[in-house]
């Protein structure tokens, strides 16, 4: 199986070195189910001073990105025949993850640009499929969200976790938030694992982790909860989802038991 292949355009390259020791996603890099490149438009110019931003026209605070470095960092990427361009924007949508589900299912190759200072050049926004915001606030730079791109699409991919049933009733998979979990000791300072999880009925537990997860998406994440409810929304995301794992192992890739570190 040839890797996901993710190309990132940043003045800041150095911070993605990072993922390498994230645990499940250092490991599916290393293993080559993913590989990662990165450009940095400096190394794109043509003047001594390697300048990528500039004034605005028309005046205001702030400097702007220039169009030429990024262009000619972006023509420099190979292209797999299914590819998608993300711009990280504070303008662009707001990232689900049916995003992470989508892009790692339908693309073999995901490209990044990550704008820093007042912003791009509006010339560079033509490069991309998508813009995409990691939510109603200001960063420095795009290289945050790209990495949390990056780190929720490689753990979908084959081979990244061994165990793909946990996804189905992750925090987000199907608009609930995930139940509580416990582990030893079955007392703890007072406090005590719900005996339902000590009893061994797993119809039961099952019944009980939906109705937490029902429960704690309500008081929570309204908003979530109203989404689920309506339309028969649930059985089609875990159709989603079981689709995704039963095409995933018709693949038949075997991977090892690893699990995922990440909190949901």
């Known amino acids: 199986m040839s890797s996901y292949r993710l190309d990132v355009i940043s003045l800041s390259p150095k911070t993605f070195e990072s993922l390498y020791d994230l645990g499940v996603i250092g490991r599916a890099l290393s293993r080559g189910i993913a590989e990662l490149n990165l450009y940095n438009p400096r190394e794109f110019t043509s003047d001594s001073y390697h300048k990528v931003d500039d004034e605005p ?3 205001g605070v702030g400097m702007v990105l220039k169009p030429e470095p990024f262009f000619h960092a972006y023509d ?3 292209v797999l025949p299914k590819r998608r361009v993300l711009m990280m924007t504070p303008q662009g949508k707001q990232l689900l993850q049916k995003d992470f ?3 790692s299912q339908d693309f073999d190759q995901l490209v990044f640009i990550c704008g ?3 912003g791009f050049d509006e010339r560079i926004r033509i490069l991309a499929d998508e813009e995409i915001s990691l939510g109603d606030f200001i960063l420095t730079g795009g290289e945050l969200a790209a990495m949390s791109i990056i780190n929720g699409v490689i753990r979908l991919l084959p081979g990244a976790i061994g165990r793909l049933e946990s996804l189905v009733e992750e925090s987000h998979s199907d608009f609930l938030l995930e139940h509580p979990h416990y582990t030893r000791p079955a007392k703890f300072r007072g406090f005590e694992v719900p005996k339902v999880l000590l009893s061994g009925n ?10 937490k997860r ?8 309204p908003e979530l909860y109203k989404q689920w409810s309506a339309e028969n929304l649930p059985s089609q995301n875990k159709k989603d ?3 995704f794992i039963n095409s995933y192992y018709q693949i038949g890739h075997e991977s090892d038991p690893v699990e995922d570190p990440w909190w949901d």
């Open 214 to 221: 029902e429960e704690r998406t309500k008081e929570r994440r």
């Open 241 to 243: 989802l079981s689709d």
């Open 101 to 103: 589900l989508r892009w």
């Open 76 to 78: 420099s990427i190979p």
């Open 202 to 211: 797993h119809s039961e537990i099952s019944r009980w982790r939906q109705h």
């Open 116 to 118: 820093q200072y007042e």
């Open 57 to 59: 026209y028309g005046g």
